[in-house]
């Protein structure tokens, strides 16, 4: 089977982009580079040290386990190499990391270094999610507001998944197309083109553990799931919870399906458990690049204009036919 690597891939894709400088290719060849240094700390496990916490908390407000750090660390280093970004943002850091001086890039990177960290010392798949914006034209040294942009202004978004495979999924606005580690050559190889969501669904994805605290449109929308085929939608549901976003958005991409984390009563005062900069907005352009729907249950996700670094949001997506009911459930209440 001749597979494409990521790097042919990435020189193909550049070449169908008329004035393409060549600066994003060489940008994604670094956060490339910084996945797989992740990936190789994450599958060490315990054998490195890192599986605790440290103790410290983030700007979150949560733990950082040592392997948040060493993967933000990983994220950090990485990408200066191509001296093309202005600077980063990371889940993982209070403010925008700047670039050293006389580094002038045009484009912004922002990235979660190890989504779903909670499961990481319980041998759960984990990942990591990356943006790309553009620098505000003329901005040399940018600001917190330069990097508070729609999702809409991304050029590129993707993730890592530290599963039984590692992979790595990646959207520049033409489809979205996977990627699979081949261990013995250090190689991505495109292993699965062109991903789409299926429209229909009978599978669905929410922390049931909060049902007391959801809104009434999820509420009835997980109850008609649940009720199955004696109930209105008169099929049989089934229900996933990884409690790792990249591992849900994934299955999503491969089989169809819903992932709901609303706003609720629990997480109102937050605006929701999911950032909208460095989670929901780079999955939201995997799910519409793959013909699925990304919504906060009233609106497109990738319209919202942020208002702040770390901003939270309530995040509806998958199958483009369950993502629309949950809406119309929205708009009925
Ligand atoms: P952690 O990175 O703190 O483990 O959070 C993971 C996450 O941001 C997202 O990946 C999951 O879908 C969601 O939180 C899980 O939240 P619950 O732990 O409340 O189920």
């Known amino acids: 089977m001749s597979l494409m690597t990521i790097q042919h891939y990435l020189t193909r894709a550049q070449q169908q982009h008329a004035g393409a400088t060549g600066e994003l290719t060489l940008i994604l060849n670094d956060i490339v580079t910084s996945c797989k240094r992740v990936a190789q700390a994450v599958n060490q496990g315990a054998l490195l040290g890192t599986m605790g916490d440290l103790g410290s908390q983030n700007v979150q407000g949560e733990v950082q386990k040592a392997l948040d750090v060493i993967a933000n660390t990983i994220f950090l280093e990485s990408n200066q ?10 889940e993982e850091m209070d403010d925008p990391y700047l670039m050293p001086e006389g580094v002038h890039g045009r484009y912004l990177l922002l990235f979660d270094p190890l989504d779903g960290s909670s499961n990481v010392n319980v041998n759960i798949s984990v990942g990591s999610i990356f943006s790309v914006l553009r620098c505000p034209d003329g901005v040399v ?3 917190l507001a330069d990097f508070l942009q729609p999702g809409v202004q991304q050029v590129c978004a993707g993730y890592a998944l530290y599963g039984s495979s590692t992979m790595l999924v990646i959207t520049t606005g033409s489809g979205v197309d996977g990627f699979t580690l081949d261990h013995g050559t250090g190689e991505f190889m495109l292993t699965h083109p062109q991903m789409r969501i299926a429209e229909d669904s009978r599978e669905f994805a929410i922390n049931m553990s909060n049902q007391r605290h959801w809104p009434p449109a999820i509420k009835r929308y997980v109850d008609e799931c649940v009720q199955g085929a004696s109930g209105p939608r008169g099929v049989d549901f089934n229900m996933r919870w990884v409690a790792s976003m990249v591992a849900e958005v994934h299955r999503i991409l491969l089989r169809g399906g819903i992932f709901m984390y609303p706003m ?13 900069l460095y989670e929901a907005n780079p999955m939201a352009m995997l799910v519409e690049q793959a013909e ?3 919504s906060t249950g009233r609106q497109r ?6 208002h702040a670094l770390h901003q939270r949001v309530s995040v509806i997506l998958g199958s483009r036919h369950e993502v629309e009911r949950v809406q119309d459930y929205f708009s009925a209440e």
Do not use: C
Not at 81 to 90: I, K, P, T, Y
Not at 268 to 273: E, M, N, P, S, Y
Not at 301 to 306: A, D, G, R, S, T
């Open 292 to 294: 699925g729907l990304a």
């Open 141 to 143: 040294q940018p600001q």
């Open 81 to 90: 190499a191509s001296g093309l970004l202005a600077g980063m943002a990371s």
């Open 301 to 306: 996700l990738l319209e919202l204009v942020p």
């Open 264 to 276: 609720d009563n629990k997480n109102a005062a937050q605006g929701g458990r999911l950032r909208l």
